[in-house]
Structures are given as structure tokens and as C-alpha cells.
């Protein structure tokens, strides 16, 4: 039984490795910033429109790190600062096996 289980996993491994094969350029990497484009997005707003006031989210310290050396990667080409008044708050979201 248990050799029939390993079978499977291993079955399920070539797929997978077969299925990123196939796709590859679907699935790569961003190593920069896309090129500059005519027009970027924008949202008009109400005039002298405000922010909602939202308490912000109470994060552990160990989280916050995470969260700083994450932000410090991506913004070594991947991303940009925002400076809007409407930026959005980072949201943690557990993986599977429980990590962050």
C-alpha cells in the first residue's frame, strides 16, 4: 500500500514538473519593473476626498521583519515605492503548512 502511495506522489511530481515545462514563460520569474508605458492607471477622486480612518492591523515583531525583509527584496527592481495617501496595508495570510 505504502509503495502505491509514493507512486502516486511521484506520478503527481512529473505532471507537475511536465505542466511548468509546457508553460514556462507563463511562469517565469520577474527579475525588474515592466517597461514604461504611455499612460499608467489612475482613479479620479471626489475633490478633497480623504482617507477612511482605519485603525491599522497589531502585528507580532517577528512578522514585522518578515514583512521589512520581504518589502526590501521587491523593491530591488520588482516594485516601487507609493507615497498615496490611499496606499493599501499589507495582510499577512497563512500558508498550508503554516508559515507566513
Not at 499608467?40 to 512578522?63: D, G, Q, T
Not at 527592481?77 to 495582510?91: K, M, R, T
Amino acid at each position: 500500500m505504502r509503495v502505491r502511495e509514493e507512486h502516486k506522489q511521484v506520478v503527481k511530481k512529473l505532471k507537475v514538473k511536465a505542466f511548468l515545462e509546457e508553460y514556462k514563460l507563463v511562469f517565469v520569474e520577474h527579475k525588474h519593473l515592466s517597461p514604461v508605458k504611455k499612460f499608467y492607471h489612475k482613479i479620479p477622486l471626489v475633490p478633497k476626498a480623504e482617507p477612511f480612518n482605519i485603525r491599522l492591523y497589531k502585528i507580532s515583531l517577528m512578522h514585522d521583519k518578515n514583512i521589512k525583509k520581504l518589502l526590501k527584496k521587491l523593491l530591488n527592481g520588482i516594485i516601487q515605492p507609493n507615497y498615496n495617501i490611499f496606499a493599501s496595508v499589507v495582510l499577512l495570510v497563512k500558508k498550508k503548512k503554516g508559515n507566513t
